[in-house]
């Protein structure tokens, strides 16, 4: 016997229908969100695009994927991710530094002139480039955030000058270390204990990790993002955007100076025109890895990942036959794709095609 309805009862059912409709589409929607997430996350798509490359050179060479060819990608992209850390924080805050390949070149002549003309112990010279280098860093930002010329004036200022410097010192000749079987050379050379993995890079990881905790978990770190993303507004509340700014300048050249050390460890020799077009190469690959062009944006991560990127490259090419004049190309097409993509994502490309 079937009992009558009443409005009540009518009225839940109506409801549990549309509750029903609306967890099915949540179902069918939550699936599409998550796509959208990871398409947008530009580190993810570096990430994937170093891993196809990888397989892209694997493939076309065996060579690769030796244990030589994979130790001379990491030696090479130790440098470069020493010195993308500085560039990415310069970056992020709004600012870029021409100058660092010459810095980096200076730096290098100066620690051999030390060692070989003046008797310098390494380890001490190495001090003392480290110093110079943030010398050097904190007069371009001294310039740029107290008298007020644009970065790319003073620091293209600064690359001639360093450069010039660095000729004068050398007169045009390679310099070599005085005794290169000291413990300082040994360190730098070997491998890190138990594994084949380069104390360069090692060191390299290091300056890497402790520049991502800085950028992305301190006060520091997300003053320079404020200052890079408006700096108005991050004057407004609070943030003396001068001192992060010239901070960051400052941490650049004393990597200019790590760096310069950790290469005169490995080689012994400060070689002619060293550092050329060297920060083109950190350029692009910091705009490889995801960090904007107009501050405000970009990770360690992705710089590194960047790194990895250019320093595949040119072993590849390479491997593949390719003359070594071709790696400045490679590098430019590499720069103007990367700005290519940064300009999609920004522009939504990406975003409405995860939700199609």
Not at 313 to 322: A, D, E, N, P, Q
Request: hydrophobic share 50%; proline share 3%.
């Amino acid at each position: 016997m079937s009992h009558p309805r009443g409005p009540h009862s009518e009225e839940s059912e109506d409801l549990l229908s549309r509750l029903s409709a609306h967890d099915k589409s949540d179902e069918v929607t939550a699936e599409p969100g998550r796509l959208h997430r990871l398409l947008t996350n530009r580190d993810f798509a570096i990430l994937l695009v170093a891993i196809l490359l990888f397989i892209f050179f694997a493939l076309m060479g065996r060579r690769f994927l030796t244990e030589f060819t994979i130790i001379g990608i990491a030696r090479r992209a130790s440098i470069l991710g020493i010195l993308a850390v500085g560039m990415t924080f310069l970056f992020v805050g709004g600012e870029l530094d021409l100058s660092i390949g010459s810095n980096y070149g200076f730096l290098l002549t100066l620690m051999a002139y030390q060692n070989e003309t003046l008797g310098m112990n390494p380890a001490i010279a190495a001090a003392v480039v480290i110093v110079i280098g943030l010398a050097i860093g904190a007069i371009n930002g001294f310039i740029v955030t107290r008298i007020g010329l644009p970065s790319f004036i003073t620091t293209l200022g600064m690359l001639a000058l360093l450069r010039g410097a660095e000729n004068m010192m050398s007169s045009g000749y390679p310099i070599p270390a005085k005794n290169t079987d000291l413990l300082f050379y040994q360190i730098i050379r070997a491998n890190f204990p138990g594994a084949p993995v380069p104390n360069m890079f090692v060191a390299m990881l290091v300056v890497t990790v402790v520049g991502a905790v800085i950028l992305s978990r301190t006060k520091f770190g997300s003053d320079v993002y404020s200052t890079g993303g408006n700096r108005a507004a991050a004057r407004n509340s609070g943030i003396d955007t001068a001192r992060i700014k010239f901070r960051c300048f400052v941490a650049m050249g004393g990597l200019c100076g790590l760096a310069a050390a950790l290469l005169f460890g490995r080689i012994g020799l400060a070689p002619l025109s060293a550092g050329l077009n060297l920060e083109l190469q950190v350029i692009a690959a910091i705009i490889v890895g995801g960090v904007g062009l107009f501050g405000g944006s970009g990770t360690v991560f992705g710089s590194f990942i960047g790194v990895l990127i250019i320093s595949m490259i040119t072993s590849g090419l390479i491997l593949m036959g390719v003359s070594q004049y071709w790696d400045g190309v490679a590098t430019g097409a590499v720069i103007l794709v990367a700005v290519g993509l940064n300009l999609v994502v920004g522009s939504g490309s990406l975003r409405r095609l995860a939700e199609a």
